[in-house]
């Protein structure tokens, strides 16, 4: 009885740290450190719920906000409301495409006139997350599991989906993608898109991804394993970074900001699913042409950035990318002593 007493302490110690671990992300008291001292971080909005994308239209940054079903202005203003989830945007030459939970809409440039494009899609521990553009006017729309190891239902879960704006018809890109957040299109190289692994094997078990788009391809979920990470008839990826950090936005590189012509950036938003923290970071990953295919080399651009979702670069050059933490914030990172003013948006 007097050695449990005598443990009673570091147990509620250690339940504390636990705690303590799960919160402090999330509790807006991360002080971010820019890993090149060319470049600073300024916050310039708060308060703007859940964000899940950002756009850029028109000078003016707009914001998917989860939380409140809507889409806004970084200054506010509401645009739509009563959105299902929103978790993707993409301005389009027909109007404006919105990426909600199950179901993907096109609306005018005032945000009105609604048209479902595709609807139906099962939601459940993920949902259908962002919408993009190829340069042949196919949308992309990335499609989560419903869970973190099954077999779906739907085969229209864990896979990129084309959609056909014009004729509203629909299919499968790629299938084994447990949960792609993002993707961005890159000159030379292709449509790359990250994929966040399940979570069952242990805390090395699979690697985060970068994927290179081959239509009609595997990516291994529910097929791979710690013997067998990449099997036959399944596509590897290009590019990996730490088990369970769940790497999320992406976007090509900004002017103002490092690399070349094939540098992307990358959000890691951190996991619940590890004891101790990680992610909570902002990639740069330079990709270089090899003799067997494109690869990634991954660094760490900023670290203990909170809980980083969505990224986009501005029209001023620089990088911009939100966070749930501040109850919603959106942080700029531009080079020491940038002229410009962050007003204007």
């Known amino acids: 009885m007097k050695v449990r007493r005598e443990l009673l302490p570091i147990v509620i110690s250690l339940v504390f740290l636990i705690l303590a671990r799960e919160i402090y992300p999330y509790a807006g008291v991360m002080v971010a450190e820019i890993h090149d001292d ?32 809507r889409i806004i202005t970084i200054g506010g203003d509401v645009l739509l409301d009563g959105l299902d989830y929103p978790h993707g945007m993409v301005i389009v030459e027909e109007g404006i495409v919105i990426s909600e939970q199950g179901k993907l809409s096109i609306y005018d440039f005032n945000f009105e006139n609604p048209e479902i494009l595709v609807d139906g899609i099962p939601s459940g521990n993920h949902q ?27 085969d229209r879960n864990a896979a990129l989906l084309w959609v056909n704006l014009t004729t509203k018809e629909h299919g499968i890109l790629a299938t084994g993608v447990r949960n792609s957040f993002d993707g961005v299109w890159v000159d030379d190289i292709g449509y790359l898109f990250t994929d966040n692994g399940q979570d069952t094997m242990g805390e090395d078990f699979p690697d985060e991804e970068v994927n290179l788009l081959v239509e009609g391809a595997d990516y291994g979920w529910l097929e791979e394993s710690p013997e067998d990470p990449h099997p036959d008839g399944t596509e590897a990826p290009i590019a990996t970074w730490t088990p369970h950090t769940s790497v999320n936005g992406m976007t090509t590189r900004p002017a103002n900001l490092p690399g070349g012509e094939h540098t992307v950036y990358a959000t890691v938003f951190g996991s619940w699913a590890t004891i101790f923290p990680k992610g909570h970071q902002i990639l740069k990953i330079d990709f270089t042409e090899t003799d067997d295919g494109w690869v990634g080399d991954v660094e760490v651009f900023a670290s203990d950035v909170g ?30 002593n940038f002229e410009g003013d962050f007003d204007w948006i």
Do not use: K, M
């Open 38 to 69: 060319r470049y600073e971080q300024n916050t310039i909005a708060t308060g703007l719920g859940g964000p899940t994308c950002l756009v850029f239209h028109e000078d003016v940054l707009h914001v998917c906000d989860r939380d409140g079903g």
């Open 128 to 154: 259908t997350n962002a919408v993009n553009q190829l340069p042949n006017g196919t949308l992309v729309w990335h499609s989560g599991s419903t869970c973190n190891l099954c077999d779906e239902d739907d």
């Open 307 to 336: 809980t980083p979702l969505p990224i986009t670069g501005g029209p001023d050059g620089n990088l911009y990318y939100a966070t749930f933490d501040h109850g919603g914030a959106i942080h700029v990172i531009s080079p020491q």
